[in-house]
């Protein structure tokens, strides 16, 4: 009966971290692959979300988490299986944003950046460099994509708001959500410089109404929008918050309103009306 037992737990250990291991949440029903580019002296890492073979998808969204940036994707079984930032609401969403039109590809940062990744890189023509290797490297895999739209959330929108500054005519559009507010005490002064009203691309902020982030408020943002009439669309709801004000799994992270504001994402990406709305 012992060696029984012994042998029974020994293959819930083999099945709990070898082959058996299940697909966590996050990448259910996805397939993905790890791009690693060796350029500038460090490794430019991105993880490529498709269904299935996806050979006509016409669609490449490019996610740029928050703070720190940092995804050191973990792959396996096809899959990203684990990352520091899993917790974060492009990671632990993406799945609802890829169809066999549209394709994700997760923007680490680059290697050289260490443990996070700086607000003075994100604003830097460096970061636009290597975000367009990876881009390049997705193309490669997926021809067929004709359009490539920036996602981002909270820092990431440093990237996302100078990613098209320094390369004009390359992205179809732009959605900053839950951005950053520069002028906040002790926020990421870098997006004072950047006029959104400037950048020559569709426009969207997503931003939940109750973000209790102090460098990501909604009312800096709705003065940003309405300033230069860039859509707005306010997030209301969601439930189970929990954590710090600026963590992932408060209204800041539209916690229990994912589904919601990617299924929005979806539209405006599909050809949808760029426009204010609630959500």
Sequence with gaps: MRKTLLALAAGLIFCSTGFGQAIPLHAEGLQEELLELNIDAGVQRAVLSRRGEAS??????VLLPGYPSVVRPEMGQGVMMNSPLLGNFLIRARRHLVTEQTL????????????????????????????MAAVNAAR??????????????????ISSGFLPRHGPGQFAGAIHTAAIDPTAPHSYPQLARLNYGELKLPQAF??????????????????????????????????D?????????????????EVAVMKHVLKLVQGGAWVSEDL
């Design 140 to 157: 490669a895999k997926a021809p067929s994509i004709q359009q490539v739209y920036l996602l981002s959330t909270s820092m990431g929108s």
């Design 104 to 131: 994700t590809l997760l923007v680490d940062c680059h290697s050289s950046q260490g443990d996070g990744c700086r607000a003075e890189y994100q604003a830097s023509p460096e970061r636009y460099r290597h975000v």
């Design 56 to 61: 006509t998808a016409t669609r490449l969204i």
């Design 206 to 239: 997503i931003h939940h109404v109750e973000d209790p982030c102090s460098v990501t408020s909604y009312g800096y943002i709705r003065s940003v929008a309405e300033r230069h009439q860039i859509p707005l669309i306010s997030v209301r709801g969601g439930g």
């Design 241 to 257: 918050f929990r954590g710090q004000p600026c963590q992932a799994f408060t209204q800041h992270g539209f916690r229990n309103k």
